[in-house]
C-alpha cells in the first residue's frame, strides 16, 4: 500500500487485512509495557493544517506503540502561516526523508494532490469534506467487535452528511461489505446525488425512518465551522435531528450508538445517549489507534526503503 | 508588401458557399484573386509574378478563424500571458482575429486602457486584437463604465466576464447603452450567489470528491434574466461560454422569437464533462464548470441546430504557481488557442455531427454576425487572413511547447487528428505548423 487517501480505492481485502491486524493490535492498549519494535528506526510526520486533537494523538501513539519516531506539526506557528505553498512545505519536508507523511487538510483533495508530486507515502486523516479513511476502519473495527459481519447491517448515518467526510468513507466502506446505509438528514445536508456513491445507500430527511430497525446509528457532529450560511433554520436542528432516548426504541434492541468526536452536547446528541450503555463512543477511540497501527504498519513496510 | 500565391487549397468560404479546390493570389495584404490555376511565373496578364507560393494541397483555405473570448493578461499579469505571446497561441491555434475580456489590471474600463491595448497589440501582436470592454467600473457592479468612449476607441463589445453584474437594474441600463453605441452585451451568466464557493459543477463528481457544487441553475437563472432584459431592452444579447441544457433550451426559444440573442460555447464545454475530470486536478477547473454529459449533448446539440452562434476558446492563461495548489485555491480557467480547431474537428466533424463547412461558420461568420465586425470571407479586396488547417494529420499537443506563456491545459498529450497547417493575416504567414 503505497499511502492511504481514501476508503473509495481500497479493495475489500486490503480492508479485511487491516481490520484483522488492528484486531491483533486491540490487546497491545492494555499490556504494561505499550511498546512494540515493528517500526523501529522509521520515522513518520504528522502534519495537521486543521486542528484536531484526538486524531492526531491517535496516530502519535499509533506511531509510538510501533516503535516509530513521530513528530507533528501543526500549521499555525510553522511555515505555512508565512505564506509557504502547500507544495514547497510538503517538498521541504520529503526532502528530510520521513518514511510516511501523515497529513490532515481542511482543502478535500490536498493528500489526492500532494501524492501525485511527493515520493513519500501520504496517510490521509481527513481531507476537507471528501475523506476520512482511518475513521472508517475504525468504525468497522468496533461494529465488528459486537457483530459477527457487516452484511446486512443497516446502519443510519445522521446529520450533516454533505459536508461528512466520515459519513463518505463510512458509506464507501460499508457499501462494499454489503451493509445497507440510510444516510439522513436536512434536505440542504444531503444531496440526491449520495444514493449513487456506492449500492446499498438510501436517503431520508426524517429520523425516525432512518432509525427504524437500525443495527447501527452513526451520528455526525454539526460541522459549524464549514457552514457558510444557515443551512436549516436556526434553533431547529436538535428537534428534528438530534438523537434522543426515544428515538432508541425504534431501533433493534441491541442497536449500537456511535459518533466520531468531539460530540457537541445537546446539539446532535443528548447527553442521556451518548452516555447510555448503547453507547461505543470511547470503544471507537480506543480502537483508533489498533487500526492506525494497523495502517502505518502496512503503509510503512510496503515503502521502497523496505 | 510581397505577393503570396496559396495553392491548390480547397477553398472553404461560407459568405459565399464556395467549396472547390481554388489558388489564391495575395497582393499588399489583401486578396487579389481566386481562381484556378494561378502560377507564379511573370508571363504577361499574370500580377502574381514572383510572388511566394505555399502548397495547400491536401489541405483546406478559410477565411482567417476568430476567437471572440480570450484572455490576454496584459496590462497587469504578464507572467501570465501578454498581448504578443496570447497573439502567438492564436496564431499557432488557426486564429487570425482574437477578442480579449477586459479583466486585466488596470481594467479596461475606459478609453485610455483600451487605446493602450490596441496600440500594444498594434507593435506586438501577430493577429488582429479586438478589444472588449468592461460594462461596469473596475467590472465592480456600481457604475456604468465609459462605454460610449470606450466604442469609440475601439471595443467590439461590453462585458464584466468573470463579475457578472448582479444588479438587474443595472445590466438594464447597461444593455440601453450598449444598444445606444450599436454593441452587445456579452455576459458571463452566473449568479454569483448560487454559485458562491463553488468548484466544479454541482452533481455526483462534486459529492464524491467533496468539493463545493456550482448548480447549472446558477447559469440559467442570468441567462433568463438576461434575455427577459434584453427583451425589454431591444438589446443585443450575447451568453458567453454556455454550457447548461437549459441555458441552451432559453437561448433557442428566445431566438425563435426573434430577440437579438445569441450564444457561444467552449471546446471544453463540448469535449469533456464532469465524468472526463481527474480529480483535484486544477487543469479541469473552469467556469462554468465542466457540466454533466447532458449537458454536453445539449450543447453539441445546439451547435448543430443553429441555436450556438460560435466557438469561442475562453484562453484563460494562469501561472504555473496559481494552479499548483489545493484545488479550492486555484484559479478558474484553462489555456485553449491551439487545441480549438483539433478539438472541434475530433469531436464534431469527424464524428459527423456538422459539415466543415459549418465548423469554419462557427469560427467566422458567426463570431463576426455576432460582433459585427466588417467583412469576413474572401472577397476580392477583402484583407488576406486565412486559417489553414487539415482533418488528416495525426499530432501530439505538447503543452510545454505552448506558445502561451502558461501551461494550464486539461489536453496535454492528446493525440489530434487534423488541426491547423498556417495562419496568414494581412498576406502574411504569421505561424506555419513544425513538421
Known amino acids: 500500500m503505497a499511502g492511504l487517501l481514501g476508503i473509495e480505492p481500497l479493495e475489500r481485502t486490503t480492508i479485511e487485512a487491516i481490520l484483522d491486524r488492528a484486531k491483533h493490535f486491540q490487546p497491545e492498549q492494555n499490556a504494561n509495557f505499550k511498546r512494540l519494535d515493528l517500526l523501529r528506526g522509521r520515522m513518520i510526520v504528522n502534519l495537521f493544517f486543521e486542528a484536531s486533537t484526538r486524531t492526531r494523538t491517535s496516530f502519535e501513539i499509533a506511531a509510538k506503540r510501533l516503535g516509530a519516531d513521530a513528530i507533528s506539526i501543526s500549521a499555525s506557528g510553522s511555515s505555512v502561516s508565512k505564506g509557504e505553498s502547500l507544495v514547497d512545505t510538503l517538498n521541504t519536508l520529503g526532502a528530510m526523508r520521513p518514511d510516511a507523511i501523515v497529513m490532515r487538510h481542511a482543502a478535500s483533495g490536498a493528500p489526492d494532490f500532494l501524492a501525485r508530486h511527493l515520493p513519500t507515502p501520504i496517510i490521509n486523516a481527513g481531507d476537507g469534506t471528501h475523506e476520512h479513511p482511518t475513521q472508517a476502519l475504525l468504525d468497522a473495527r468496533t461494529i465488528l467487535d459486537r457483530r459477527p459481519t457487516l452484511e446486512g447491517l443497516r446502519v443510519a448515518i445522521i446529520g450533516d452528511i454533505a459536508h461528512s467526510r466520515v459519513a463518505r468513507s463510512n458509506l464507501y466502506l460499508l457499501s462494499k461489505f454489503g451493509a445497507r446505509v440510510v444516510l439522513c438528514g436536512p434536505a440542504s445536508l444531503l444531496p440526491a446525488e449520495l444514493a449513487q456513491l456506492a449500492p446499498g445507500v438510501e436517503l431520508t430527511n426524517h429520523m425516525r425512518e432512518a432509525i427504524r430497525e437500525a443495527d447501527v446509528i452513526m451520528m455526525l457532529r454539526v460541522q459549524l465551522e464549514r457552514l457558510h450560511e444557515p443551512a436549516f433554520p436556526a434553533g431547529e436542528y436538535f428537534h428534528f435531528y438530534g438523537l434522543r432516548r426515544e428515538h432508541i426504541g425504534l431501533a433493534k434492541p441491541d442497536v449500537i450508538v456511535m459518533h466520531p468526536g468531539p460530540i457537541n452536547r445537546g446539539r446532535e446528541i443528548s447527553s442521556e445517549v451518548a452516555d447510555s450503555q448503547r453507547s461505543v463512543i470511547l470503544n471507537q477511540v480506543e480502537n483508533g489507534i489498533a487500526v492506525r497501527m494497523a495502517v502505518l504498519e502496512r503503509v510503512l513496510n510496503a515503502s521502497p526503503e523496505n | ?435
Request: charged residues 20%; negative net charge; hydrophobic residues 40%.
Open chain 2, 1 to 435: 508588401m510581397g505577393k503570396l500565391i496559396i495553392k491548390n487549397g480547397r477553398v472553404l468560404d461560407p459568405v459565399r458557399g464556395l467549396d472547390a479546390v481554388r489558388d489564391i493570389a495575395i497582393q499588399d495584404g489583401r486578396i487579389a484573386r481566386i481562381g484556378e490555376n494561378i502560377d507564379s511565373s511573370g508571363d504577361a496578364g499574370n500580377d502574381a509574378g514572383g510572388a511566394e507560393v505555399f502548397d495547400a494541397s491536401g489541405m483546406y483555405v478559410a477565411p482567417g478563424f476568430i476567437d471572440m473570448h480570450v484572455h490576454l493578461r496584459e496590462p497587469g499579469f504578464e507572467y501570465a500571458e501578454t498581448i504578443e505571446s496570447g497573439s502567438r497561441a492564436a496564431a499557432a491555434g488557426g486564429f487570425t482575429t482574437i477578442c480579449c475580456m477586459p479583466n486585466t489590471q488596470p481594467i479596461n474600463d475606459n478609453a485610455t486602457v483600451t487605446s493602450y491595448i490596441i496600440e500594444r497589440a498594434h507593435r506586438h501582436a501577430v493577429v488582429n486584437v479586438r478589444p472588449i470592454g468592461a460594462i461596469t467600473k473596475g467590472s465592480a457592479g456600481e457604475e456604468l463604465a465609459a462605454i460610449g468612449s470606450m466604442v469609440q476607441a475601439g471595443v467590439v463589445a461590453i462585458s464584466d466576464d468573470g463579475r457578472p453584474v448582479m444588479n438587474a437594474r443595472l445590466m438594464r441600463r447597461a444593455m440601453e447603452t450598449a444598444r445606444s453605441f450599436g454593441i452587445p452585451v456579452i455576459d458571463h451568466c452566473e449568479d454569483l450567489n448560487l454559485s458562491a464557493g463553488g468548484d466544479i459543477h454541482e452533481g455526483i463528481a462534486s459529492v464524491r470528491l467533496g468539493l463545493r457544487g456550482i448548480p447549472g441553475a446558477s447559469e440559467d437563472v442570468m441567462v433568463a434574466r438576461d434575455i427577459l432584459l434584453a427583451e425589454l431592452t431591444g438589446a443585443r444579447f450575447h451568453v458567453a461560454h454556455i454550457s447548461a441544457r437549459r441555458s441552451v433550451e432559453m437561448v433557442a426559444f428566445a431566438k425563435a422569437r426573434g430577440l437579438a440573442v445569441t450564444c457561444e460555447t467552449t471546446p471544453h464545454h463540448f469535449a469533456l464533462s464532469d465524468d472526463d475530470l481527474i480529480p483535484y486536478d486544477s487543469n479541469f477547473k473552469m467556469k462554468p464548470p465542466l457540466r454533466t454529459a447532458c449537458d454536453t449533448g445539449a450543447v453539441m446539440q445546439g451547435i448543430v441546430n443553429g441555436t450556438v452562434s460560435a466557438i469561442a476558446t475562453d484562453h484563460a492563461p494562469h501561472a504555473g504557481s496559481e494552479k499548483m495548489q489545493e484545488f479550492e485555491k486555484c484559479p478558474f480557467g484553462i489555456i485553449g488557442l491551439e487545441t480549438a480547431i483539433g478539438l472541434t474537428l475530433e469531436k464534431l466533424v469527424h464524428t459527423g455531427k456538422i459539415t466543415l463547412m459549418k465548423m469554419v461558420e462557427l469560427f467566422t461568420t458567426g463570431p463576426a454576425g455576432v460582433l459585427s465586425l466588417d467583412a469576413v470571407g474572401m472577397e476580392t479586396g477583402t484583407a488576406a487572413d486565412l486559417t489553414i488547417f487539415d482533418t488528416h494529420r495525426r499530432w501530439i499537443y505538447d503543452v510545454n511547447k505552448s506558445a502561451s506563456k502558461s501551461r494550464n491545459s486539461p489536453f496535454d498529450g492528446h493525440e489530434f487528428r487534423g488541426g491547423p497547417v498556417a495562419t496568414v493575416v494581412a498576406g502574411n504567414i504569421v505561424w506555419k505548423v513544425d513538421w
